[in-house]
């Protein structure tokens, strides 16, 4: 899913509200790309959450993903409810973060492709980081895998289309067994529909067809995957207004990534039967 947020756009309550109610922090290795795109990275260390959190060498800003609007949603759902202690602390919660562009999990996801090992090697380096600022004597376990992809393959060559759901299939499973022998498995999995515009022009119109393929695909694996595996789906009303707020080259926005985010937590939740069904 394409999306390109600003720091300079995040409003300040929200700032406000995530820094009051959770200690957030975020390691991160994007602008990974499959055009071999310099990558960013935040040197393996974990960064407080803020405006400034997310360097991007490609566009030169502060930028940041969907993790506002699932971190505000699981505070909402997984922190507020639950009896608040007196002592001050904040519930921590680790954010690792790891983005690609342009890219398909037909080849660039692929367990057999260049950069899987990469995503395994930063992800298990940043638990260990987890175990040591926590003093845990082993490592963490991971609470979720969001995952926002799917475009390129939409997009691309029929049997990116058409092997989507054996791959996601094989991707997730080749995942949960890199991490069996140190944390539990498996950990639940949560994808975002993918969803766009509506217009009436034939390319807009043809792009829908073969995305309404890639989310059935998504969705199907999911099922196959079982109890542990949900899509993020997202109601036509939604996607308008998603798509309204949209950036002028098509990109997802702060805003629109804002809402992508709330659904991806909000699926998490349900997944794990947290509290009845919210309907955004």
Known sequence: MVGRGTGAELDEELLDFVNKHAFVQMAYDIDKSGKEQANTTSEN??????????????????THGPEWGIVKRLIELCILPRTQSDDGVRPRIYLIKYA?????LHVHWSPEGQYYPQFISFTKTMLKRVAQQEKLPTLPRIDCFFWNQGDSDASG???MRDSYKDNLVNFLRCIWKEFAADIPTPFPFVP???????????STKDYRKKMVKVNAAMLDGCQELG????MAAITPEM?????SKYLEDGHSGTAALFIEG?????????L???????VL
Do not use: Y
């Not at 960064?47 to 800003?61: E, K, N, V, Y």
């Not at 109890?227 to 949900?230: I, L, Y």
């Open 239 to 243: 996607e308008l207004t998603i798509a």
């Open 192 to 202: 975002l529909q993918l969803h766009w515009k509506v217009t009436e022009s034939k």
């Open 227 to 230: 109890p542990m595996a949900r």
């Open 45 to 62: 260390q974990f960064l407080p959450l803020d405006r400034t959190t997310q360097w991007s060498a490609g566009g030169c800003c502060h």
């Open 157 to 159: 060559q029929a049997v």
């Open 100 to 104: 690609m562009g342009s890219s398909t």
């Open 272 to 278: 794990l039967n947290l509290r009845e069904p919210i």
């Open 262 to 270: 709330q659904h991806l937590a909000k699926a998490f939740a349900d």
